[in-house]
């Protein structure tokens, strides 16, 4: 399945729901920033918080996480736009831990129960605003939910998921729901029934569902309807070589000169996509002559 999201709604006006499968951009960015398994499911799920929180939050521009918690994994950062793009990184990629008592990878440990969840709404124009919850659990999906409650005032329901096997990443994604004025204690009762029952959310999508399938299968009771067609999603980085030169261009003419005499070259890695530029000898010069 290709990686997309898709918004829909109940037709009894009760809840709302916002749905992503996002395997092959985990898998991306696993390759990418060459992840362990622990950071690897942790990045996942957290870029399938910032597309599901994207969608939610903005209509323009972009949304970005910073998950900030005491544990080994160090900071983990997701920016995403409502038109599908994503990226993201976390600050140790190597950090490894055992399973947890659960059998999975365990990202709460990785991240940290303590700390903070910083979500920055930039709407394309005018001032970004930034909002602050403590960690529920570090786990992501409790961390994003406990904003939602907090900022919104709104019951809602995150899950985010990230199933890897030795060959990486196999399935990843996740769903919010969002409660509506008109719901009802059934409405409750009805979705947490359903969330017993329906496994996992990569289970699913390793039957071979749809996201309408699979949206209907964990809403069975409720009439879904699509409020979009699917939109594809995928990894993309705002970084360039352009954008690096445009960097070195700032420097005095005197540091550039003298970048270019002492190593020979100057580089930069991109901390969000990994990609590494390079401006050899005489490109520096070129630069120092031109400032
Ligand atoms: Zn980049």
Redesign the pocket.
Known sequence: MKDGVLKAISSDGTLRAVIATTTHLSEDARLRHNLSFTAAAALGRALTAGVLLSQILAKDGQVALKFQGNGPLGKVMVDASPRGTV?GFVEHPDIELPLNSLGNFDVGSAIGSTGYLHVTIDPGFGQPHTSTVELASGEVGEDVNHFLVNSDQTGSLVVVGTHLSKNGVEAAGGLIIQLLPDHTEETICRIENNISTFGTFTFLMKRGMTLEEILQRILTGFEITPLTDVKPLSFV???SRERFVEALKVLPSSEIISMAEEDGQAEGR?Q??N?LYLVEKEGLLDLARES
């Open positions: 990226r980085c705002k970084c991109c969000f996509c990609e």
